[in-house]
C-alpha cells in the first residue's frame, strides 16, 4: 500500500542516513541482524543482482530505494483476492529469493558444500554442537534432498546438487507464503522480518 511505501522510504532513508543509496555498511545499524547467525547472507541477498531482478549475475555495491523496493517485495503478505496462478508465481518468488540466499556462487545449484555452510552458520551459536555434528546435520539433509528430488540413486550416482525445481519441490506443503513476509507493527519505520 501506499501507507507502507511511505514506512519503508523513511526506512530506507534512515538507513541510508539520508542518502540515496544504501550500502552493506548501512546494515550495521539494525539491531535485530547484529546477532542473527545469517546476518551476511540476509545482507547480501539485499545486493544479489538476482533478486534485484537485474539479469547479470553477483553483488551491487549498493542499492537506491527502488530497488530497496523490489527486495522488500519478496516480503509482501499475502492478499486475499489472488487467485491460484498468483499465489503460484508469488510462491516461486519468494523461494527463489530463498534459493539465491543458499547458492552463494550463483552457479543454480546449491552444492553439499554451500548447504554445509549455511547449516554451520546457522549452528554456530549452540555451544552444545560440534563443527561434525552440524556438517552431519547438513550431509543428511542433503541425502533427503536427493531422495526427495531424485529418488533411488545408483550406487555410483552422486547427486550435484540442489537445482531451483528441486528446491521447489523440497518446499512443497510448507506454507512459505506466511511465513516470510514483513509485519508492520506500528507507525514507526522499523518493519519486522519474520
Given at each position: 500500500?501506499?501507507?507502507?511505501?511511505?514506512?519503508?522510504?523513511?526506512?530506507?532513508?534512515?538507513?541510508?542516513?539520508?542518502?540515496?543509496?544504501?550500502?552493506?555498511?548501512?546494515?550495521?545499524?539494525?539491531?535485530?541482524?547484529?546477532?542473527?547467525?545469517i546476518?551476511?547472507?540476509?545482507v547480501?541477498?539485499?545486493?544479489?543482482?538476482?533478486?534485484?531482478?537485474?539479469?547479470?549475475?553477483?553483488?551491487?555495491?549498493?542499492?537506491n530505494?527502488?530497488?530497496?523496493?523490489?527486495?522488500?517485495?519478496y516480503?509482501?503478505?499475502?492478499?486475499?483476492?489472488?487467485d491460484?496462478?498468483q499465489?503460484?508465481?508469488?510462491?516461486?518468488?519468494?523461494?527463489?529469493?530463498?534459493?539465491?540466499?543458499?547458492?552463494?556462487?550463483?552457479?543454480?545449484?546449491?552444492?553439499l558444500?554451500?548447504?554445509?555452510?549455511?547449516?554451520?552458520?546457522?549452528?554456530?551459536?549452540?555451544?552444545?554442537?560440534?563443527?561434525?555434528?552440524?556438517?552431519s546435520?547438513?550431509d543428511?539433509?542433503?541425502?533427503e534432498?536427493a531422495?526427495?528430488?531424485?529418488?533411488?540413486?545408483?550406487?555410483?550416482?552422486?547427486?550435484?546438487?540442489?537445482?531451483?525445481?528441486?528446491?521447489?519441490?523440497?518446499?512443497?506443503?510448507?506454507?512459505?507464503?506466511?511465513?516470510?513476509?514483513v509485519?508492520?507493527?506500528n507507525?514507526?519505520p522499523?518493519?519486522?522480518c519474520?
Amino acid at each position: 500500500t501506499s501507507e507502507q511505501i511511505e514506512h519503508l522510504h523513511r526506512r530506507f532513508k534512515q538507513l541510508s542516513r539520508d542518502q540515496l543509496t544504501i550500502r552493506k555498511e548501512n546494515f550495521d545499524s539494525i539491531p535485530d541482524l547484529e546477532f542473527n547467525p545469517i546476518r551476511g547472507k540476509i545482507v547480501d541477498a539485499f545486493f544479489d543482482k538476482r533478486n534485484l531482478r537485474q539479469e547479470s549475475d553477483g553483488l551491487a555495491d549498493e542499492i537506491n530505494f527502488e530497488d530497496f523496493l523490489t527486495i522488500m517485495s519478496y516480503f509482501r503478505p499475502i492478499e486475499m483476492n489472488m487467485d491460484e496462478e498468483q499465489l503460484d508465481r508469488f510462491r516461486k518468488e519468494k523461494l527463489k529469493f530463498l534459493f539465491h540466499m543458499y547458492d552463494s556462487d550463483h552457479d543454480g545449484k546449491i552444492t553439499l558444500q554451500e548447504y554445509r555452510n549455511v547449516v554451520e552458520e546457522l549452528l554456530s551459536g549452540n555451544p552444545h554442537l560440534e563443527k561434525e555434528s552440524a556438517r552431519s546435520i547438513a550431509d543428511g539433509a542433503m541425502m533427503e534432498a536427493a531422495s526427495i528430488c531424485v529418488g533411488q540413486m545408483g550406487p555410483d550416482q552422486v547427486y550435484e546438487g540442489i537445482t531451483f525445481e528441486d528446491f521447489l519441490k523440497m518446499w512443497q506443503g510448507i506454507d512459505i507464503e506466511t511465513k516470510m513476509h514483513v509485519r508492520f507493527l506500528n507507525m514507526e519505520p522499523i518493519a519486522h522480518c519474520y
